[in-house]
């Protein structure tokens, strides 16, 4: 997949990424030793086999689907996902992905019109001396000079600490499972049909308040050396959310990262995303086709309220949580 598709995929992480660095209850920890100071350190490992994942099926006269609360990153360990997923998957005739990544065509030329600072500002003029220096510190630890990004908008900057936590986190992009069933699509030459476009996503980020930007960017600098591991986290959760700590770990997880942030990224980030999300799973819906639809959306979508099935609850459909 061309690099440019991974870095989209950092752009959508931010709500799982930032503030979602609570970590109690870890799987499997034990003591080691620092060789340098000779204290006891510990130390958590993480095993990513598991039956994980949240699944939902509404029946509507001749037509079915089924919404599965997906993560965008995973573990090579991850699969195959549960027999009730994989099942669901394989009934389906169409795929609901948030976007289709394999679709995805942006140039660098295109990224830069977006990104760049349009009144002339510069990064050092909006944020702070001492959080300027702690993100020059970070890029610095990756090979960067932050003063060649000084141009460029925090949210940007953003994706691109996304992209370096998702380098010390045991995820990747690689093994997304929105990714996982997009390329089993093409194999089963399956429809695929978007939820969403690229250009609204990046209307949305792009739209954010330049102090909307700033608090977001400052919270993840300062929460930086936590991201990784709590990243680590989640996708321990998300892979055993078949048991009730794990369920509990995602909501936990991704809710924590809401609450970091200010009403018109949760507005525009999750509310007005999801009913436009169940607005097309209900014409689809409603089109009455006989098909089985198959919708891959971030579980955030699906347990930060208002989510996707509430809302087609409250539309009338009778929802079965089957997984």
């Known amino acids: 997949m061309p690099k440019m598709k991974f ?10 990424l930032t503030g979602c660095v609570t970590n109690d209850e870890s799987p499997n920890e034990h003591e080691k030793m620092n060789e340098e100071t000779g204290e006891n350190t510990t130390d958590t490992t993480y095993n990513y086999d598991g039956d994980g994942g949240f699944l939902w099926k ?39 992905p948030e976007i289709n990544m394999f679709e995805v065509d942006i140039t660098e030329e295109e990224l ?16 702070s001396e001492d959080v300027y220096n702690h993100l020059s510190d970070i890029f610095k630890k990756n090979g960067v000079e932050l003063e060649s990004l000084n141009k460029y908008e925090p949210w940007y ?3 691109l600490l996304s992209g370096f936590v998702q380098e010390e986190s045991d995820l990747s992009a690689e093994y997304g499972v929105d990714l996982y069933f997009l390329q089993l699509a093409i194999e089963d030459n399956k429809e695929i049909i978007e939820l969403e476009t690229v250009e609204s996503q990046y209307d949305m980020l792009t739209g954010f308040s330049l102090d909307t930007q700033t608090d977001r960017l400052e919270t993840f600098i300062e929460t930086y ?3 990784a591991e709590g990243l680590n986290n989640l996708g321990y ?14 909501k936990e997880s991704l809710s924590t990262g809401f609450e970091s942030s200010d009403d018109e990224f949760q507005q ?29 959306i971030g579980a955030a979508h699906t347990v930060i309220e208002p989510s996707v099935p509430s809302i087609l609850k409250e539309k009338g459909y009778d929802i079965e949580r089957i997984y």
């Open 7 to 16: 870095l989209l995929y950092s752009v959508f992480l931010m709500i799982v």
């Open 225 to 227: 050396e936590e991201q």
């Open 112 to 127: 830069n019109e977006m990104a760049i600072f349009d009144d002339g500002k510069t990064l050092d003029e909006v944020l």
């Open 157 to 159: 900057i953003e994706t």
């Open 58 to 96: 509404i029946d509507h006269e001749e037509t079915t689907a089924y919404i599965h609360g997906s993560i965008h990153l995973g573990h090579v360990d991850y699969y195959p996902l549960s027999n009730e997923i994989e099942e669901a998957y394989a009934s389906s005739d169409i795929i609901l």
């Open 237 to 250: 959760h998300w892979i055993n959310s078949n048991t009730e700590e794990g369920k509990e770990g995602v």
């Open 268 to 296: 525009e980030m999750n509310d007005n995303r999801n009913i436009d999300m169940a607005n097309k799973i209900d014409d689809l819906l409603q089109s009455n086709s006989g098909q089985t639809y198959f919708a891959i």
